[in-house]
């Protein structure tokens, strides 16, 4: 479980690890793999050893950095956000916490917004809230179109993204643009005919928003078959607001998630279970918009993989931060502090299928988070405190 030493300097060893959580159970104890006592090397971006720290190996040159009995785990892997938009929406927001309910249609504004802003300031604001992300944790983080809803500004939204992370999604149907209002049909047809052909050469994955006042399970399925077609893999926005065939339509298509899963049947929940498509919660969107909460008991008692992601965007979930998250999975959703870690890190990996993030094993990018408390427990144990003390991303200390 380790590469010899190279050249001194080479290696960064972290050391004095009070808990450690490694995400590998053939390495630790439990689900989490967690190791007490532990220590980690890393050098090249990558892990080359853990393991307790009496058996750290000889040859270890380099820096040392001493956590004093602090914990750590994998940096956190958010698989849903919308970062690349303009404007805010601090109004609806102010409304709908005095009663006003949500609906999709609060997207229309921030489209108004997202295309009269120049590349330049949706970069610096795509750039701030991966900054801020990455401040509590986040070290992997997936983002989408979805503001621009036309050719050029869909085009523009994934490059602009594409600055900052590898996850980029075309959510070509987020919803009917105002130029399309009535005619859902004639834009699915665009999206598919013009707008997939030439922004998919730029994206990893298409996106749809399965939901009534949005689109319906055939125009659904016809943006992520174009999708496919193209090259890109399908994850799907599904059963937010109501029932609907989001569930089933995304393990129809293998999807790789399904995102939201607010509303679902038994039989939504056995076909996720068999499945290989995440079910990725939100809470925070349940939170920011007063929804309910997902059963996430039924779905783990299932034997479904279940993420959690935060979903920043403008309009129903304006937060970075993925503690916030676990807390409220822990405390709304009935997870277990374990359960709630595990999701924000090897389960938002594998909602974007990667299985070199969300762990802490050899060979995997040094991604790894130190909490100013001896437990990963402290995160759902101490809400809203900032916690996340130290950040490596790719080897580096940020």
């Not at 404007?87 to 997207?107: D, K, L, S, V």
């Not at 921030?110 to 070290?139: K, P, Q, W, Y």
Request: charged content about 20%; aromatic content about 6%.
């Amino acid at each position: 479980m380790y590469d010899a030493p190279g050249p001194a300097g080479r290696w960064t060893v972290i050391d004095n690890i009070g808990t450690l959580v490694t995400n590998d159970p053939e390495v630790g104890a439990g689900p989490l793999g967690v190791i007490q006592d532990a220590a980690v090397v890393i050098g090249d971006g990558v892990v080359h050893w853990v393991g307790p720290r009496s058996r750290i190996p000889e040859g270890s040159a380099g820096s040392r950095y001493d956590l004093r009995g602090r914990a750590a785990l994998p940096g956190f892997v958010d698989s849903h956000s919308h970062l690349v938009f303009g404007g805010e929406r601090a109004e609806e927001f102010a409304a709908r916490m005095t009663g006003a309910p949500y609906g999709a249609g609060g997207i229309r504004t921030t489209i108004a917004a997202t295309r009269a802003a120049s590349d330049a300031e949706l970069g610096a604001n795509v750039g701030r809230l991966v900054a801020e992300s990455l401040h509590s944790g986040t070290t992997t983080i997936e983002t989408k179109s979805g503001y621009g809803q036309s050719v050029p500004d869909e085009l523009r939204s994934l490059e602009v993204a594409a600055e900052h992370t590898d996850e980029t999604t075309l959510l070509a149907a987020h919803v009917t643009p105002p130029e399309f209002a009535g005619r859902t049909d004639d834009y699915v047809r665009m999206v598919i005919d013009e707008m997939i052909p030439k922004c998919a050469p730029h994206a990893k994955w298409i996106d749809v928003f399965c939901e009534e006042g949005a689109f319906d399970a055939d125009q659904s399925r016809a943006v992520l078959e174009a999708g496919i077609a193209a090259g890109l893999t399908p994850r799907v926005h599904g059963n937010q607001l109501s029932y609907g065939a989001g569930v089933q339509l995304a393990v129809e298509l293998n999807a790789a998630s399904v995102d939201h899963v607010t509303y679902t049947r038994d039989a939504d929940v056995e076909a996720l279970a068999a499945s290989g498509t995440v079910a990725t919660l939100l809470p925070g969107a349940d939170f920011s918009t007063r929804n309910k909460y997902p059963d996430a008991r039924a779905l783990l008692d299932a034997g479904a993989t279940v993420a959690l992601a935060a979903d920043c965007n403008p309009g129903t979930c304006y937060t970075t931060s993925i503690p916030f998250c676990i807390a409220l999975a822990v405390r709304e959703m009935h997870m277990s502090p374990d359960e709630a870690v595990w999701a924000a890190t090897a389960g938002g990996a594998a909602a974007l299928r990667r299985t070199d993030v969300g762990r802490i094993t050899v060979g995997a990018r040094a991604d790894l988070i130190a909490l100013d408390a001896p437990s990963y427990v402290h995160l759902a144990y101490r809400p809203g405190v900032p916690l996340v003390r130290e950040v490596w991303k790719d080897g580096h200390r940020r």
